[in-house]
Nanobody, 121 residues
């Protein structure tokens, strides 16, 4: 089985920074794409940032210029560097990886457990 473990969330003041990490472990053959989502209380889960196998990235407009997604292929880890944080960035942040395990020919989506980010004075 494959497991994603997230870390790096917490409480930060407006204008501050946090770096989230999401590490995959298990019998992984390949990872196609890595994505960060967030879900605020009472709202739907929304895509924040995406990085594909070639390193190409996409961001939701509200975080462009403030957030940076990156990855370490050797560690099966994706990061989300969040700068200039705003109260509206408060949410539970989830990572998702589209990956193939060694026992299967087909890729699947695997989700992390989520990490809370709170931006407040």
């Amino acid at each position: 089985q494959v497991q994603l473990v997230e870390s790096g969330g917490g409480l930060v003041q407006p204008g501050g920074s946090l770096r989230l990490s999401c590490a995959a472990s298990g019998s992984i053959a390949s990872i196609n794409a890595m994505t960060w989502y967030r879900q605020a209380p009472g709202k739907e889960r929304d895509l924040v940032a995406h990085i594909n196998s070639g390193g190409g990235t996409d961001y939701v407009d509200s975080v462009k210029g403030r957030f940076t997604i990156s990855k370490d292929n050797a560690k099966n880890t994706v990061y989300l560097q969040m700068n200039s944080l705003k109260p509206e960035d408060t949410a539970v942040y989830y990572c998702k990886m589209n990956l193939r395990v060694r026992s299967s020919w087909f890729p699947k989506d695997v989700w992390g457990q989520g990490t809370q980010v709170t931006v407040s004075a």
